[in-house]
Every structure is written in C-alpha cells, then in structure tokens.
C-alpha cells in the first residue's frame, strides 16, 4: 500500500515550508504573498454587517448573486470582457481553485498544457493531477521574454491549454499586446484554450496597460479568464476567486468546483460585493501605494548585491544571488532565515527541472513601509555575515 502516483510528483509547498521556517526563527517573511496591512475598513465592516444580516448558510454553489454581478460589471469595465453574471462567471475559494477546477474542466489524461517558468508553484501539480503533461517554455531574464520559436515549438497535436500569468507571479513581468497576439495566434491555429490568471491586474507599473486575452480577437469562446479579490483587497484569508468563461465551459468549471468545495464563504462574497463597488479612485490608491513600496524596497535589494531589472507588475521581484558565490538557492534561503533574519522563496521551487533556479530567489513586497525598511537594514548585513561566516555552501 502506498500514496496515489498522482501525488508523488510534487513535494510540500515550498512557499508554505518558507512561512513556517520564518515563524520559527522569528524573521520577516518576505516569501509567502501576504501583506501585513488590513483591507479596507469599509470590506471589513460590509463583512461583519453580512454575518450580522443572516448570511451564514450555504450560498448559490457558483457564487451569490450580488458578488456575480459586481464581478460582471467590473469585467465589462476593467478589461473590456462582456459577461453574463447567471451563465459565464463561476466564484471559487480562491483563483487557485478556480485553476483546478478550469484544468479538470478540460484538461484529459495525456493531453499537454503549456506553462511558463518560472511559474507560480501550483501550476505544474494542476496538470499534473489532471493527468496532462506539462510542457514549459521559458520566460527569460533579465525581462522575462519568451522565445517566440520555442513557444511556437511547444504547441502540437497534443496541446490542450496554456496557461498565461499577467502580471507575472513570480518575475513581474507584464505581458505586452504582441507577446498575448502570438499567443492567441497559436491557440486559435492549434485550438486551444487559453488559461489567464489575472490575479494582479490592478498591480501594474509599466507603460503597457493589463491586457485580457479574451478580449483579443478569436479568444472570447477559448479563454478562461481567472482572477480573485485578495489581492486587490488584501484579504487572502477570504479564498475569494472566480472564472469568467463561455456557458459550455462555464458548466463543466461549476461541476468540478460543487465537487471540490461546494462554495466559497457566503458572508465573505456579500462583503465582495461591497468591496468591488469600491470608486476608481480606490484602485489608483493601490497602485500609487504598491509602487511606492516597490520603490521603497528594492533600492536595499540592488545595494545588498542581489542582481534584478525593475518589476513591472505584481509585488514580487526574482533576484540573482550569483554575485554572492551562492550556488544552492535553498541553502541561501535557509541561511538567510537564520542568520540575517528575513524570509524568502528559493528560486528553485518556480522551475522544472529545479535547478534551473539554483542562483535566483524571490522576495515580495506587499508589506508596510517599516517592515520593508527593516528588512531591507537586515538584508544589507548580507554581505558582511558571508563573509565572517563562510558558510559551507558558499562557492570557493
């Protein structure tokens, strides 16, 4: 007797392990995608008021009716996306149950899904528990471009979706107009869908606007479209994430989430609604802010050594240790945990085969301006504790 094949390809969340890891030696975690500053009071009220009014028993599987319909308007606003709120948008615990639910939907045993890597770690175990294989074509740094002849390669006979992560999650890039064109050219010719994760979208610094591929010419009928409200919001605690898709599709994504979870927290969907009826002026305000903490944070990354280009969105930058002599990213990180008090995510975990990112580490930044400043003091010491400590993973 043993575990099921289809869970022995992949190990513990790294990102979770890194949490636990910073807990214990009491450093800041700058790994796992959380902010430490509160959503916005009115999100909290309209949560409290919900549970206070009754909304405490199951809701419509597929999402409550107020929450759909803020979701249909903000789509139709936001990304240019027309939608029905009864029959296109299905709301999840979370955009990564909305991923799961989209691959078991219409991903078969032996079909190939194409990722991008570095990826957000949940993708490759996605198709893997599906049965699909991953078939990876790389996003390259320093701007984290891809290959136009090697993504053309990846697509075949085989190729069932490909998933797109705009902004990017874990190099911040924000794909341009002619990286999605390509793409929507190679899923129109091979018919495939499109899986877009746009979990960051109101997270963009770049001059390139977000882009939803559906929107492009052709994908409307082959695109699901991904997205959630923790972190817009700040409350990833909520697991509050949905799929916008055409009806046929639509119906196979709510079968597999009814059987997955049943439905996302009905009080905290009321509360949803409330917070997307936010003005715009709450979304520039997010922006400004992230930006000022992008820019707060990253000059102590550049003056510790660590080697990266501007981030364009999201709230992550994917460093290069190289220029310490650190070979083992894992190590490094673990080193970094103990002796320099300050948490992040080995790059190696965002790859297959992992030891593509042996020299690279991830660091977020969603976080208030004093605890950036006093990781960044910390990780400044860096260089010096190498130095005095000589640890043994250290390239001679």
Not at 249 to 271: C, E, S, W, Y
């Amino acid at each position: 007797m043993g575990l099921a094949q289809r869970v022995q390809y992949f190990s513990e969340s790294v990102i979770r392990e890194m949490t636990r890891l910073a807990a214990k030696y009491d450093a800041i975690n700058l790994g796992q995608g959380m902010p430490d500053f509160d959503a916005p009071a009115e999100v909290k009220e309209a949560a409290c008021r919900a549970i206070h009014d009754g909304y405490n028993q199951y809701a419509i599987t597929w999402g409550a009716p107020p929450l759909r319909r803020a979701i249909a308007e903000k789509a139709r606003r936001f990304n240019g996306i027309d939608c029905d709120p009864d029959t296109n948008i299905t709301v999840c615990c979370g955009a990564t149950e909305c991923m799961m639910a989209t691959m078991m939907a219409l991903v078969d045993p032996g079909d190939e899904v194409i990722i991008f890597q570095p990826f957000y770690e949940n993708y490759g175990p996605d198709a893997l528990l599906t049965g699909a294989k991953p078939v990876w074509v790389h996003l390259n740094p320093p701007d984290w471009s891809f290959d136009a002849d090697e993504l053309r390669k990846a697509f075949g006979p085989k190729t069932r979706a490909i998933i797109v992560n705009t902004p990017n999650n874990p190099t911040g890039h924000v794909f341009s107009r002619a990286e999605l064109d390509l793409i929507a050219s190679l899923c129109i010719e091979h018919d495939a869908y499109a899986l877009a994760d746009e979990i960051y979208e109101y997270i963009n610094y770049s001059d390139k606007p977000h882009l939803s591929i559906a929107t492009l010419p052709g994908m409307q009928d082959r695109t699901v479209t991904i997205s959630g409200l923790s972190k817009t919001f700040s409350i990833t605690g909520w697991r509050l994430g949905y799929c916008i898709a055409p009806a046929e599709l639509t119906n196979g994504i709510r079968k597999a989430h009814d059987f997955l979870t049943v439905g996302a927290p009905h009080p905290l969907q009321m509360a949803g609604a409330a917070a997307m009826a936010l003005p715009d002026s709450y979304y520039q305000y997010l922006k400004d802010g992230y930006r000022q903490r992008k820019d707060l944070f990253l000059p102590y990354l550049r003056e510790a050594g660590f080697q990266f280009n501007d981030v364009e969105g999201a709230y992550y930058v994917m460093t290069d240790i190289s220029r310490f002599g650190a070979t083992n990213d894992t190590e490094f990180v673990n080193w970094m945990i103990r002796e320099i008090g300050v948490s992040a995510v080995p790059g190696s975990s965002f790859y297959r085969p992992s030891e593509r990112g042996h020299t690279q580490v991830r660091f977020m930044f969603a976080k208030k301006d004093e605890t950036l400043k006093a990781a960044g003091e910390r990780l400044l010491r860096i260089r010096d504790r190498l130095k005095a400590s000589a640890p043994t993973w250290l390239a001679k």
